[in-house]
């Protein structure tokens, strides 16, 4: 498993005419996490589209669970826990920082994207490599 954690502080061009965070705002705050966490690994979306692949959403999902309003600090953990083969699951957990509850989680799926046919590919080896390399480091 692989845990990023990212900070995040409530916008006001992110609320609702309630004042809470609208709802579509919680996927930027997934995407933020997923490329906090990929940078983690040591492959940033850059270098992953460089080197010939996207990384679409295929699927994306949310459960709110309380508001955040504006100002708030979250903290986005996002984690990666399966294996891969073509497809690329990852789950999110945001918590308020000050209240320590649970806000929203969530999940997207991916799919690996080969950038010159526009055909769905396996895992290609470098990323599987970044995987296995990091584990290793982080269990040192």
């Not at 509850?101 to 970044?130: C, D, M, Y």
């Amino acid at each position: 498993m692989i845990v990023s954690e990212t900070l995040i502080r409530v916008r006001y061009a992110d609320t609702d005419q309630m004042k809470f965070a609208y709802y579509g705002k919680y996927f930027e705050y997934f995407e933020q996490g997923r490329s906090d966490l990929l940078r983690q690994i040591g492959l940033p979306y850059p270098e992953i589209e460089r080197r010939g692949y996207f990384l679409p959403v295929i699927e994306a999902h949310a459960n709110y669970l309380k508001s955040a309003r504006y100002d708030d600090e979250l903290l986005v953990k996002t984690i990666f826990k399966e294996s891969l083969l073509a497809r690329l699951r990852i789950e999110y957990e945001t918590i308020n920082t000050l209240t320590k509850e649970l806000i929203a989680t969530g999940h997207t799926v991916h799919s690996f994207l080969n950038a010159a046919s526009g055909k769905p590919t396996r895992a290609p080896e470098f990323f599987l490599e970044a995987i296995k390399s990091y584990k290793e480091k982080v269990s040192k």
